[in-house]
């Protein structure tokens, strides 16, 4: 039988409390202000600009482009054409006379650059100082002056848990704010976009477009710039990074210091993160830091006392988990530097302090361009920290290297970055080696190459 509606009503009712008059009143703290994001939106915003960047390029145009089969075979027979590229992407402006700061991958290969603020003013732009490792770029807006800019924040401070903002424009819709918090710091096992190193995650919205853009704090500081997701749609899953603020300020200082190229601290070392095993194999009460594998013997590191089998553990006063990480600390600090090391040796905590210097440029490079040969088009270099560095090279990588190839050296099959091992069973050891072996009188070539750590075989005919 089904009970009457009435007879649910009075049990009901004396379930509620009974209803109170809402209170207004005047917010009585920092806090309770802050539970709004506009007053740090009103202030931030216009520092942060949109970025449009063109490139041209030369594309080949193959008859066989709308056959699929034909394509796969015929794709470089055919007349170039240029085209052009377009990117969109966002800034930070930094300093009120045009400094903005953006993505490598935006700007870093563009050949015109436009930025448009947020009040609708346009400049011409041109690039300072890119570099594609660390996905950073830094450009000087033309005729500028008095513009709205952010004050970098020492990132070395920020807290997993803080509330942030992402400033930028999504997919072009228009300058866009998310607001979100930071969900993790020292994610340095990524390569993404072309930079890698170590991020800030949060899980702020960040879309494409957003690239280059702000991530700030609730007093309006910069905190790092907006760089990459990780995601499988295109759109944001909630994992995005950003590069730290105080990475950004060692590339700025060297950007006002006219460096073509960023230039970063060279350590001279091998390491890896101390898992559970190595902790267990070494003694250690729990796995932290990064034990030192090998040194070169020009290694500022070994200079200052330490050597294979010690575990960095701070550098400045900062946690060191990762390679990547101790690269990053090196960076941000930059060439010139001193360095505070805290390291393990044999179950003791010890101090040093290490001198931040660029990779030696020693022994001479002896830089050799062949012209006239079967090698022609062919650059090889003697292997030195410097050249080693700038190539991304092993740190034991000794001998040749190939610094390009053009012409027939390229038809060849060689590439930058290739260890020139033998030509035709003549061992190369110096750049002469090269000159030599190329005079030789041969119909058939062999050259032996070690390319990304594996042997490989050329094998052409004149």
Same mark, same amino acid.
């Given at each position: 039988?089904?009970?009457?509606?009435?007879?649910?009503?009075?049990?009901?009712?004396?379930?509620?409390?009974?209803?109170?008059?809402?209170?207004?009143?005047?917010?009585?703290?920092?806090?309770?202000?802050?539970?709004?994001?506009?007053?740090?939106?009103?202030?931030?915003?216009?520092?942060?600009?949109?970025?449009?960047?063109?490139?041209?390029?030369?594309?080949?145009?193959?008859?066989?482009?709308?056959?699929?089969?034909?394509?796969?075979?015929?794709?470089?027979?055919?007349?170039?054409?240029?085209?052009?590229?377009?990117?969109?992407?966002?800034?930070?402006?930094?300093?009120?006379?045009?400094?903005?700061?953006?993505?490598?991958?935006?700007? +870093?290969?563009?050949?015109?650059?436009?930025?448009?603020?947020?009040?609708?003013?346009?400049?011409?732009?041109?690039?300072?100082?890119?570099?594609?490792?660390?996905?950073?770029?830094?450009?000087?807006?033309?005729?500028?002056?008095?513009?709205?800019?952010?004050?970098?924040?020492?990132?070395?401070?920020?807290?997993?848990?803080?509330?942030?903002?992402?400033? +930028?424009?999504?997919?072009?819709?228009?300058?866009?704010?998310?607001?979100?918090?930071?969900?993790?710091?020292?994610?340095?096992?990524?390569?993404?976009?072309?930079?890698?190193?170590?991020?800030?995650?949060?899980?702020?919205?960040?879309?494409?477009?957003?690239?280059?853009?702000?991530?700030?704090?609730?007093?309006?500081?910069?905190?790092?710039?907006?760089?990459?997701?990780?995601?499988?749609?295109?759109?944001?899953?909630?994992?995005?990074?950003?590069?730290?603020?105080?990475?950004?300020?060692?590339?700025?200082?060297?950007?006002?210091?006219?460096?073509?190229?960023?230039?970063?601290?060279?350590?001279?070392?091998?390491?890896?993160?101390?898992?559970?095993?190595?902790?267990?194999?070494?003694?250690?009460?729990?796995?932290?830091?990064?034990?030192?594998?090998?040194?070169?013997?020009?290694?500022?590191?070994?200079?200052?006392?330490?050597?294979?089998?010690?575990?960095?553990?701070?550098?400045?006063?900062?946690?060191?988990?990762?390679?990547?990480?101790?690269?990053?600390?090196?960076?941000?600090?930059?060439?010139?530097?001193?360095?505070?090391?805290?390291?393990?040796?044999?179950?003791?905590?010890?101090?040093?302090?290490?001198?931040?210097?660029?990779?030696?440029?020693?022994?001479?490079?002896?830089?050799?361009?062949?012209?006239?040969?079967?090698?022609?088009?062919?650059?090889?270099?003697?292997?030195?920290?410097?050249?080693?560095?700038?190539?991304?090279?092993?740190?034991?990588?000794?001998?040749?290297?190939?610094?390009?190839?053009?012409?027939?050296?390229?038809?060849?099959?060689?590439?930058?970055?290739?260890?020139?091992?033998?030509?035709?069973?003549?061992?190369?050891?110096?750049?002469?080696?090269?000159?030599?072996?190329?005079?030789?009188?041969?119909?058939?070539?062999?050259?032996?190459?070690?390319?990304?750590?594996?042997?490989?075989?050329?094998?052409?005919?004149?």
């Amino acid at each position: 039988m089904r009970l009457p509606v009435l007879f649910a009503v009075p049990i009901l009712a004396t379930l509620l409390p009974l209803a109170v008059p809402a209170e207004t009143r005047v917010p009585a703290s920092a806090s309770e202000i802050a539970l709004s994001f506009a007053p740090v939106v009103r202030e931030a915003a216009p520092a942060v600009v949109n970025i449009y960047a063109t490139r041209v390029v030369e594309q080949r145009v193959s008859p066989f482009a709308a056959d699929p089969f034909f394509d796969r075979f015929f794709r470089d027979l055919g007349r170039r054409q240029p085209r052009v590229q377009n990117s969109l992407g966002s800034g930070v402006i930094v300093s009120a006379d045009g400094i903005v700061v953006s993505n490598y991958h935006v700007v +870093g290969q563009a050949d015109a650059i436009r930025v448009v603020l947020n009040d609708r003013r346009e400049y011409e732009a041109e690039v300072m100082l890119a570099d594609e490792d660390s996905d950073l770029a830094v450009l000087r807006l033309s005729d500028a002056a008095d513009l709205p800019f952010l004050p970098l924040r020492d990132s070395d401070g920020v807290e997993v848990g803080e509330l942030v903002l992402a400033i +930028g424009n999504p997919f072009g819709v228009g300058q866009t704010v998310s607001q979100g918090i930071v969900s993790g710091l020292a994610r340095s096992g990524l390569s993404i976009d072309g930079g890698r190193g170590y991020f800030i995650q949060t899980d702020a919205a960040i879309n494409p477009g957003n690239s280059g853009g702000a991530l700030v704090d609730t007093a309006g500081r910069l905190l790092g710039i907006n760089t990459a997701i990780l995601t499988q749609s295109g759109g944001s899953n909630g994992i995005g990074f950003a590069i730290p603020a105080n990475l950004v300020r060692s590339f700025l200082a060297q950007a006002e210091a006219g460096e073509e190229r960023f230039r970063r601290p060279w350590a001279g070392v091998n390491g890896q993160a101390v898992d559970a095993a190595m902790a267990d194999a070494m003694g250690l009460p729990r796995p932290e830091g990064v034990v030192l594998t090998e040194l070169d013997a020009a290694s500022p590191f070994r200079k200052a006392g330490l050597r294979a089998g010690d575990v960095v553990l701070m550098i400045g006063g900062q946690r060191t988990d990762s390679p990547q990480e101790v690269m990053f600390r090196l960076s941000a600090m930059g060439i010139g530097a001193t360095a505070r090391v805290t390291y393990l040796r044999d179950g003791d905590e010890r101090e040093a302090e290490v001198a931040l210097i660029a990779p030696p440029d020693d022994p001479p490079r002896e830089t050799l361009t062949l012209r006239e040969s079967v090698l022609a088009g062919l650059t090889v270099e003697r292997i030195n920290p410097a050249v080693s560095a700038e190539l991304g090279l092993p740190l034991a990588a000794e001998g040749v290297v190939v610094r390009d190839a053009e012409s027939f050296a390229a038809r060849a099959g060689l590439r930058p970055g290739d260890l020139l091992l033998e030509i035709n069973g003549r061992r190369v050891e110096r750049p002469r080696d090269v000159l030599i072996a190329s005079r030789e009188n041969a119909r058939w070539w062999q050259v032996d190459i070690l390319r990304e750590g594996q042997p490989l075989r050329l094998r052409f005919r004149l």
